[in-house]
T-cell receptor
Framework: KAGVTQTPRYLIKTRGQQVTLSCSPI?????VSWYQQTPGQGLQFLFE???????NKGNFPGRFSGRQFSNSRSEMNVSTLELGDSALYLC????????????FGSGTRLTVV | QKEVEQNSGPLSVPEGAIASLNCTYS??????FFWYRQYSGKSPELIMS????GDKEDGRFTAQLNKASQYVSLLIRDSQPSDSATYLC?????????????FGPGTSLSVIP
């Protein structure tokens, strides 16, 4: 079965712009979690969506937002980009519980210049 | 205190040796524990999950959990150069099934031929 699909793979944006990243989970999975990975901070939890509802949120500013559609696809948006937002953004798919671990997508590498 | 801590690394072992990776966590109520492997430039891949005290073996990998000591470890027997990667310890800190998974900073493992 198809894995977790993230698009685009790479993005270069300038400060102040906004960006939208997309994630399609494994077919049948209803939970999508988003993480930011940087060399200094490691994997940091952004938020988790289940059945179009945000169930959990990490400690990121309001510039980071997300949503989930009825087909479980999820998008995350970052507005007013800052240099520090440069990171690998990872989407994680699960059936609905984190008890059994995640399957990650390939990630979107965002560079802010 | 950070929620999930790991050996700072990098860890170097000769081919054929046992690699031992350690992880401690702060939330005593944590219920599920994971080890992910992340090759350079790739996304994390789930290799082991463990839920109860004791050892769990899967091929060359053994996960060990001690909830009283809040300690999780991963042993890799007969280490191979292909095991060279960063190993991420991850913990589901609370009892509700949809809580976020917290990742440690990772330990870089290098297996020397």
């Amino acid at each position: 079965k198809a894995g977790v699909t993230q698009t685009p793979r790479y993005l270069i944006k300038t400060r102040g712009q906004q960006v939208t990243l997309s994630c399609s989970p494994i077919s049948g999975h209803r939970s999508v979690s988003w993480y930011q990975q940087t060399p200094g901070q490691g994997l940091q939890f952004l938020f988790e969506y289940f059945s179009e509802t945000q169930r959990n949120k990490g400690n990121f500013p309001g510039r980071f937002s997300g949503r989930q559609f009825s087909n479980s696809r999820s998008e995350m948006n970052v507005s007013t980009l800052e240099l520090g937002d440069s990171a690998l953004y990872l989407c994680a798919s699960s059936s609905g519980t984190a008890l059994y671990g995640y399957t990650f997508g390939s990630g979107t590498r965002l560079t802010v210049v | 205190q950070k929620e999930v801590e790991q050996n700072s690394g990098p860890l170097s072992v000769p081919e054929g040796a046992i690699a031992s990776l350690n992880c401690t966590y702060s939330d005593r109520g944590s219920q599920s524990f994971f080890w992910y492997r992340q090759y350079s430039g790739k996304s994390p891949e789930l290799i082991m999950s463990i839920y109860s005290n004791g050892d769990k073996e899967d091929g060359r990998f053994t996960a060990q959990l001690n909830k009283a000591s809040q300690y999780v470890s991963l042993l890799i027997r007969d280490s191979q150069p292909s095991d060279s990667a960063t190993y991420l310890c991850a913990v589901n800190p609370l009892k509700t099934s949809y809580d976020k998974v917290i990742f440690g900073p990772g330990t870089s493992l290098s297996v020397i031929p």
